[in-house]
């Protein structure tokens, strides 16, 4: 197609032809911005959407089912790329890599931005509902020993890596420890805990607006959107600590519509695009000058901007075979 390659080479508009196949989370995608890319390339978007990182790599392990585009975490895309299953895409060649800000373009999971770009970042904590949780809902124990009219009505994301790192936490256990006996103790906290679990549940804002969780395990950005529903909705920075990450945009080994799929990635790097994915999904996006175009109620809003006091957000590279190994077998048993 070659008015995608010209898209690629130069910043003008291009049109172009065919489909684009997309695989990411439930409600991220910003139904405006996909239907500004259909309109400028003639692209018909196609997007399906997984539950948690362990159930999109088990898909493209399988064979991939035609996607051309993934958003991977940033542990997640160092196990891709370490992997092979995703294209090298060359995206600091890009126009508009020029937008990524400086801080995100240098990063431990593609250090050269050769395969992915800036989705979302953002973190993984709790929200509480105000309404129901009273007094000081600062630490963990809200999650892992709570009051008795929380009891059962605990969503906890269906994500490994995201329960146990919490899980460790509250413990005072590093991330990726290699110690069976902590890990023991991880799976001891977890099984006790999952007698007050409603459900291990990604769509949390859902549970959260019909009160059929007070508590949950959360990202930031669907604790805003859970508050934009129900004002007493609180997104809480554990004293404990949380975890930081980022959401990044790549290329599934052998996708099947690859110009189109650059297309995108170049397309979603430019700063009024960027800002209609943190307008709907309620996530920063790493992307200069995008600010000009947020909604100005996102600058002050807390889920996005911490209070002085909280800890910093803790970014978690892919763990030791020997850790993962024991994270796997923690995850297992607490599912069964």
């Not at 995608?29 to 996909?34: A, G």
């Not at 690859?258 to 695009?273: G, Q, R």
């Amino acid at each position: 197609m070659r008015a995608l390659a010209i898209l690629l080479l130069t910043a003008a508009p291009a049109f172009a032809e065919g489909d684009l196949f997309i695989y990411t989370w439930g409600e991220y995608t910003p139904p405006d911005l996909v239907a500004k890319f259909e309109k400028e390339f003639g692209v018909k978007v196609h997007i399906d959407s997984y539950d948690s990182m362990e159930t999109m790599i088990a898909k493209l392990r399988a064979g991939g089912a035609g996607y051309d585009i993934i958003v991977p975490g940033d542990a997640t895309m160092q196990v891709l790329i370490a992997e092979g299953m995703v294209e090298k895409i060359d995206v600091f060649a890009m126009p508009n890599f020029a937008n990524v800000d400086d801080k995100w373009r240098e990063v431990y999971w593609d250090p050269k931005r050769e395969y992915s770009a800036p989705w979302a970042w953002g973190s993984t904590a709790f929200a509480v509902d105000t309404a129901v949780v009273k007094g000081d809902y600062s630490s963990l124990a809200v999650l892992f020993a709570p009051a008795d009219d929380v009891k059962g009505r605990i969503n906890m994301l269906r994500d490994m890596n995201d329960v146990i790192n919490m899980a460790e936490r509250y413990l005072g256990i590093p991330r990726c420890s290699e110690s069976p006996d902590e890990m023991k103790r991880v799976l001891e906290l977890l099984e006790t805990q999952k007698e007050w679990v409603k459900s291990y549940d990604s769509e949390t804002k859902e549970l959260l607006v019909s009160g059929e969780a007070v508590v949950s395990m959360s990202w930031n950005g669907y604790a805003m959107r859970a508050r934009d529903e129900k004002p007493t909705i609180a997104y809480v920075y554990p004293k404990e600590g949380y975890t930081g990450w980022m959401d990044n945009v790549a290329v599934p080994k052998g996708a099947p519509h690859l110009d189109n799929a650059k297309a995108w990635v170049n397309f979603i790097m430019a700063p009024e695009n960027a800002a209609m994915i943190t307008n709907y999904a309620r996530y920063s996006n790493g992307i200069k000058g995008s600010e000009a175009f947020v909604e100005p109620a996102l600058a002050a809003a807390p889920e996005i901007n911490p209070p002085a006091d909280a800890p910093a957000p803790e970014f978690i590279p892919t763990c030791s075979p020997e850790a993962t190994a024991l994270i796997d077998k923690v995850w297992t048993k607490l599912m069964n």
